[in-house]
């Protein structure tokens, strides 16, 4: 049994040089699929940690009536502390609000001149919410708009910071939709290539083949070794393609953190390397291997 396999596995190897040029495009088409695969999988981690930071900003600003006194502000917070929804709730004067607006906009004269125009302080005392998840948010405005804060809350603004989550989110999923439509294509266009280079190879074989009939070899020795052509093709794309994405890490890793805000892409790389060796081994494979097939059965009448 073993002589059997090495026989197939030889004679694939040989069909496999001997088709040199072609397979180096097959290889080379394959290795662009099997890229976007792997860069479709490395951008579902970029995009986690992007809306978690965003998330981690998130929070409701409750606006307080400047008619509510000390004790009615001190027992909202405190009503909202106890609920289990609530992370924190922290309380900000209209001086604290001032104060931060004001280094929020160090670097914009026109803004800090207004303020001077104004005279007086514009802004309201406020509460910070922040929940404990962000699907908690819809419980605790729906307490806010409520009758129990009614005497206490002037606005409450958090709307416009959801939406800023929903834009990002729909925006991720149309690429990610993109890139999957387009790594399929290059599937397809893999497979094609790889079952025209499969279908020469039956053609430069065929003496072989004949012989092989008339000395009685069955059909799956006849048929493995162009199987086994499809499968190195996809396992040499697999490794060049784990190769050129080690590269581009160790290139791009300080401009990705850079431009996600910490994202370590070198140890997303660390982490995740045996999914990633699966993902390019198996599309590899089953790429080769797919084609292979295709082509022994349209060419291949064993």
Not at 193 to 217: H, Q, W
Not at 263 to 287: C, E, P, R, Y
Request: net charge neutral; aromatic share 10%.
């Amino acid at each position: 049994m073993f002589t059997y396999i090495r026989r197939i596995i030889r004679f694939g190897w040989q069909s496999f040089l001997r088709e040199g040029s072609l397979n180096l495009a097959t290889i080379f088409v394959i290795i662009v699929t099997i890229s976007l695969f792997t860069f479709l999988f490395a951008s579902q981690g970029i995009v986690e940690h992007l809306i978690d930071g965003i998330k981690d900003k998130i929070d409701i600003s409750v606006y307080l009536n400047p008619e509510s006194s000390q004790d009615e502000i001190i027992d909202a917070r405190d009503r909202l502390s106890e609920l289990p929804a609530v992370k924190s709730v922290t309380f900000l004067s209209n001086d604290e609000v001032l104060e931060e607006f004001r280094k929020r906009h160090v670097n914009d004269p026109v803004i800090l001149e207004s303020l001077e125009v104004v005279g007086s302080n514009p802004f309201y005392a406020s509460l910070n919410i922040r929940a404990q998840n962000t699907n908690e948010y819809a419980s605790i405005l729906t307490l806010l708009n409520s009758a129990t804060f009614e005497d206490v809350v002037y606005k409450v603004d958090y709307l416009e910071k959801k939406t800023v989550i929903d834009k990002l989110s729909a925006f991720i999923d149309n690429i990610n939709s993109v890139g999957l439509v387009s790594a399929i294509i290059l599937a397809i266009v893999s497979v094609l290539v790889a079952f025209n280079t499969i279908r020469v190879a039956i053609y430069d074989a065929s003496r072989e083949i004949s012989i092989m009939r008339l000395v009685g070899s069955p059909n799956k020795f006849i048929r493995g070794p162009f199987i086994v052509q499809g499968i190195i093709n996809g396992t040499i794309a697999a490794i060049a393609s784990c190769l050129l994405f080690l590269l581009v890490v160790n290139i791009l890793d300080a401009r990705i953190n850079d431009m996600t805000n910490g994202f370590d892409l070198k140890q997303w790389w660390v982490s995740n390397l045996s999914m990633i060796i699966v993902i390019q081994l198996a599309s590899g494979i089953a790429l080769g291997s797919v084609s292979s097939l295709i082509a022994i059965r349209k060419y291949l009448k064993v």
